[in-house]
């Protein structure tokens, strides 16, 4: 317990495990965290206390050690995550999303979209111009779920890319039918495997009609 090689979330489980049986133990490390030395502190203390109060202030340290315990290991997560956080950027909110792929589809300049959207979600070009690409608007609304646009927004954006699909009132209402069905963590999903390459827009088989 005094080797150097244990590491906070080493010594938090053996709190955990053991408690006062180890506390006092652990408490006399050298350069101990400050939040792991109070944790010992008040396990000792409940040692100590008399046998009247035990029931009583036990409950409250053990309610004070869980906290602790989270809080400790909360920070410890947070300092293994970043790798991982830093491959996949976070998305923009919707409506700067919105805006700035609403500027690109009616820039009139070629390729502009496609660049917009690998900008905004984070995927290549490639994959852009796959969702552009593809026959109909399957790929396109799961970007843009994933962005959490709305449904008009989504709307104007499908018809800039595939005006050809809304050539009927019904095509519309089925547009939005299928958007408001489409769950935002299945297009978070698709959007991460695009992220990471397990997948690329256009792999995902659609439904055949997309207009009626």
Request: charged share 20%; hydrophobic share 45%; net charge positive.
């Amino acid at each position: 317990m005094r080797s150097p090689a244990l590491s906070d979330v080493d010594l938090i489980g053996l709190l955990a495990r053991h408690g006062r049986a180890h506390a006092r133990v652990i408490g006399r490390r050298v350069g101990l965290n400050p939040a792991i030395a109070a944790l010992t502190r008040a396990l000792s203390a409940q040692e100590a206390e008399p046998c009247s109060d035990t029931q009583t202030s036990g409950s409250a340290v053990e309610a004070e050690v869980r906290h602790r315990l989270r809080l400790i290991m909360r920070a410890a997560n947070s300092q293994h995550a970043p790798a991982q956080q830093d491959s996949h950027p976070p998305l923009p909110a919707a409506n700067e999303a919105a805006r700035t792929l609403r500027a690109a589809a009616f820039s009139g300049e070629q390729g502009a979209l496609e660049t917009a959207l690998s900008t905004v979600l984070g995927i290549s070009n490639n994959a852009a111009r796959e969702i552009t690409g593809f026959p109909t608007y399957g790929e396109l609304i799961v970007a843009l779920k994933a962005l959490d646009i709305g449904e008009a927004e989504a709307f104007l954006l499908s018809a800039a890319v595939f005006p050809g699909l809304f050539t009927q009132r019904s095509a519309i209402s089925f547009f939005l039918e299928r958007y408001n069905a489409l769950s935002p963590v299945v297009a978070r999903q698709r959007l991460s495997d695009w992220r990471s390459g397990l997948s690329c827009p256009g792999q995902t088989p659609q439904p055949a009609a997309i207009s009626k």
